[in-house]
Each structure stands twice: as C-alpha cells, then as structure tokens.
C-alpha cells in the first residue's frame, strides 16, 4: 500500500512539477544573459584551442553541454578537443554523440577519421561511405575513404575513390597517390599513365596560375590608368577655378580706381 502511494504521488510530481521545470528552463535559454554566458563560453573554448589550453577548452565545453545537452557543436569539437590529446575513445563517443543528435555528416566523418587512426580500418571505411552518402561532393570525403579502403588491401576500391576525389577537385597531389598505389602494385603501365596525367595537370595548373597574374596585371594598369584619366580631368577644373578667382581678386582690386578723374 505505502509503494502504491509512493509511485502515485512520484507520477503526481511528473505531471505538477515537470513541466513547470522544463518551462522554466526554455524560458531561461531564452534570456539575454543566458545567451551572453553561452556564447562567452563558447569564445572562451574556441581561444582556448588556438592556443593550445585544452584543460581550459575541455572545462568551457564541458559547462556548454552541462547547460545544453543537446549542442551537437559543442559535442564535435570536444571530440576534436579529445582526438588531438589521443583520447580516442572519448572522441569517438563525442563525434557518434553529435551524429545522433544533428545527422551532420561532418561528425561521421570525424569518428571515421578516429578509427582511422586506431586502426579500426573496416570502421573507419564504413563512416566514410556513410559521409559521403549524405554529402558526396567533398574530396576529403573521398581520400579518406581512399586510405582506409587502401590499408584494408582493396587497392582498386582505393583508385576509385581517389577518382572521384580528382573529379571534384583535381589536384596533382591527388594523382601522386593514385601513382603510388599502382607503384606499389606494380602496375608499371598503369602507372606510366598516371605519370602522363600528372604531367598535363602540371602544365594545366601553370597555364592557370598565369592567367591569373595577367589578369592581375591587366586590373592593376586599368586601375592606374582610371587614376591618371580621373586627374587629368580634375586638373583643368581646378586651373579653371583659380584662374576665376584670380580674375575675381583683380577686378575687385581695379574697381576702386574706377571712378577716379584725371587731374
């Protein structure tokens, strides 16, 4: 009987008390100092990080979340926070934590990249695709999954994901791992290609790179020429300004005798 009563008045509680508390929380996530103190905290990890305090980071993160349990942000860059000090297994749960509050795929990626480094290779390949489904236009995306799809042996999955990666943004640094890993293969012919590629990307790039500097050379002397032609077409307004006030400072200076007789 005592527990029937202890039960009834818990649920009495839950229904009086909770959502007057919870009321008053959103109400106070709404406030203008718990706004101000959020985002000072907020200030406080991400100087703390560039400089290197991640004691100090780690503590601001922490009262974020103790105040907001649901900030993905605040949870991805504690794992980021946790990944540089080789805390990995704190980083994962982090990431996988802001992944299952905001699907981003910025937190997958994070994790796949933890597992990377743990060599949890099948993991890691698994978070990439995963990625690169909900957001497949990123090259990092790609050579990401390149190196875990590389290390598990699937070398041919591997030059298919570096592909794809060069279709996106094709970079010759791109190509070199792709020769490399037909080197290590050795794939000799398959590699001459490559060799070729990179060779046209090359020239590609620096063909592009003068462009550039002509372009720049080009807004650089029309710009100089602008100022020249906007001088010479206030110099003679300004000669003409003076010459008027001189005119003007003399005849007010012949005036007076004007009307002078002769003697």
């Given at each position: 009987?005592?527990?029937?009563?202890?039960?009834?008045?818990?649920?009495?509680?839950?229904?009086?008390?909770?959502?007057?508390?919870?009321?008053?929380?959103?109400?106070?996530?709404?406030?203008?100092?718990?706004?101000?103190?959020?985002?000072?905290?907020?200030?406080?990890?991400?100087?703390?990080?560039?400089?290197?305090?991640?004691?100090?980071?780690?503590?601001?993160?922490?009262?974020?979340?103790?105040?907001?349990?649901?900030?993905?942000?605040?949870?991805?860059?504690?794992?980021?926070?946790?990944?540089?000090?080789?805390?990995?297994?704190?980083?994962?749960?982090?990431?996988?934590?802001?992944?299952?509050?905001?699907?981003n795929p910025a937190s997958i990626h994070n994790a796949g990249l933890i597992y990377l480094e743990t060599g949890a290779y099948e993991k890691a390949a698994?978070?990439?695709?995963?990625?690169?489904?909900?957001?497949?236009?990123?090259?990092?995306?790609?050579?990401?999954?390149?190196?875990?799809?590389?290390?598990?042996?699937?070398?041919?999955?591997a030059i298919e994901a570096l592909e794809n990666a060069y279709e996106l943004d094709p970079k010759v640094s791109t190509l070199r791992q792709i020769l490399?890993?037909?080197?290590?293969?050795?794939?000799?012919?398959?590699?001459?290609?490559?060799?070729?590629?990179?060779?046209?990307?090359?020239?590609?790039?620096?063909?592009?790179?003068?462009?550039?500097?002509?372009?720049?050379?080009?807004?650089?002397?029309?710009?100089?020429?602008?100022?020249?032609?906007?001088?010479?077409?206030?110099?003679?307004?300004?000669?003409?300004?003076?010459?008027?006030?001189?005119?003007?400072?003399?005849?007010?200076?012949?005036?007076?005798?004007?009307?002078?007789?002769?003697?």
């Amino acid at each position: 009987m005592i527990a029937i009563f202890v039960i009834l008045v818990f649920v009495a509680y839950l229904i009086l008390f909770f959502p007057v508390e919870a009321k008053v929380k959103k109400e106070e996530e709404k406030s203008p100092k718990y706004k101000a103190q959020m985002k000072r905290l907020w200030q406080i990890s991400q100087t703390s990080m560039k400089e290197r305090k991640p004691f100090r980071a780690e503590k601001a993160l922490l009262t974020i979340l103790k105040f907001d349990e649901k900030n993905a942000a605040a949870y991805n860059r504690l794992g980021i926070l946790y990944a540089k000090g080789q805390k990995y297994d704190e980083a994962v749960e982090c990431f996988e934590i802001a992944q299952s509050l905001d699907n981003n795929p910025a937190s997958i990626h994070n994790a796949g990249l933890i597992y990377l480094e743990t060599g949890a290779y099948e993991k890691a390949a698994m978070a990439f695709r995963q990625a690169i489904e909900q957001e497949g236009d990123v090259p990092a995306r790609y050579i990401a999954l390149a190196k875990a799809e590389e290390k598990l042996g699937r070398t041919k999955k591997a030059i298919e994901a570096l592909e794809n990666a060069y279709e996106l943004d094709p970079k010759v640094s791109t190509l070199r791992q792709i020769l490399a890993i037909h080197e290590d293969a050795g794939d000799a012919e398959s590699a001459a290609a490559v060799a070729a590629r990179i060779e046209e990307q090359i020239t590609r790039d620096n063909l592009a790179k003068e462009k550039r500097k002509a372009k720049q050379r080009t807004g650089l002397t029309r710009k100089v020429g602008s100022r020249v032609a906007s001088s010479v077409k206030v110099a003679p307004r300004a000669i003409r300004k003076k010459t008027e006030t001189k005119s003007s400072s003399a005849a007010k200076i012949i005036k007076p005798h004007a009307g002078r007789k002769r003697i």
